[in-house]
């Protein structure tokens, strides 16, 4: 445990290193992220609409199969923005380098998993599958999340990647293959089953709602909840999480 500091500044320097060195590559990287959450995504709401009409089963069964997209993201290796909040800032707790130095990473893995999931929702919309469930389904969901109360969904974003860097974490300490399967799926199940906001995923719903559903609906807001829900999803990882892991496992060489 007491190498725990140290073992995630060498990953987060191996991710901002890629970043300066090979920024094509770190953005493929990023890109694919959002991709494979965009399989989860529509694997998940694809049940959603399937089960609309057993409430309760369909939201267990969205919740239950969307962590498929971190598995992914963690056994096929690709940088989601989320996760990298929390990776990424232990060199900065630890004073080996300033915030604005990781930043630039940041913002281009963010906007690497926004086109990534996107694109995959785009196409899953346009190919027309499931289109006389998913429309109705999505309707309801759009009305849903567009209205919002900006302290809840902040707090929603915080306690969203609080549990997504828990799962994240979870994959770098946890060695047994099937027992980080487990754990990370139960996790991510976590937050999606309460309804917590997670930037990206919302990227791709988001995406899915605007080609399904058009001008039926008013978007005014939905730039307001993308800033306040991304927003929620830095603290949550860089300081709700990241700050007492720095603290418990600091070594006294630590700064």
């Not at 990776?87 to 990781?102: A, Q, S, W």
């Not at 799926?185 to 917590?196: D, E, K």
Request: include cysteine.
């Amino acid at each position: 445990m007491i190498g725990d500091i140290e073992t995630l500044c060498k990953l987060a320097n191996i991710k901002i290193n890629l970043m300066k060195t090979d920024p094509k590559r770190f953005f493929v990287r990023a890109f694919m992220a959002g991709a494979y959450l965009g399989l989860a995504a529509i694997l998940s709401y694809t049940l959603g609409a399937m089960l609309s009409d057993h409430s309760v089963v369909g939201k267990i069964a969205v919740a239950a199969s969307f962590g498929i997209g971190l598995v992914a993201i963690v056994y096929l290796g690709a940088e989601l923005f989320t996760g990298n909040c929390f990776v990424t800032i232990m060199p900065v707790l630890r004073g080996d380098m300033k915030l604005k130095e990781i930043m630039p990473m940041w913002v281009v893995c963010y906007i690497g998993n926004m086109i990534g999931i996107s694109l995959i929702c785009f196409l899953f919309i346009k190919s027309g599958a499931q289109e006389v469930i998913m429309q109705p389904y999505l309707k309801g969901i759009m009305e849903s999340k567009l209205n919002f109360d900006v302290i809840d969904l902040l707090i929603k974003g915080i306690l969203c990647n609080f549990i997504v860097c828990v799962a994240a974490y979870s994959g770098v300490k946890i060695k047994d293959e099937t027992a980080r399967l487990i754990v990370i799926m139960i996790l991510v199940m976590t937050f999606v089953l309460p309804g917590f906001e997670h930037c990206i995923a919302n990227g791709g719903i988001f995406t899915m709602g605007i080609t399904q559903l058009g001008s039926t609906i008013d978007w005014s807001m939905l730039p307001l909840h993308m800033l306040i829900s991304t927003l929620g999803n830095i603290i949550g990882g860089s300081v709700l999480l990241a700050v007492p892991i720095y603290i418990m496992f600091r070594t006294p060489q630590t700064k």
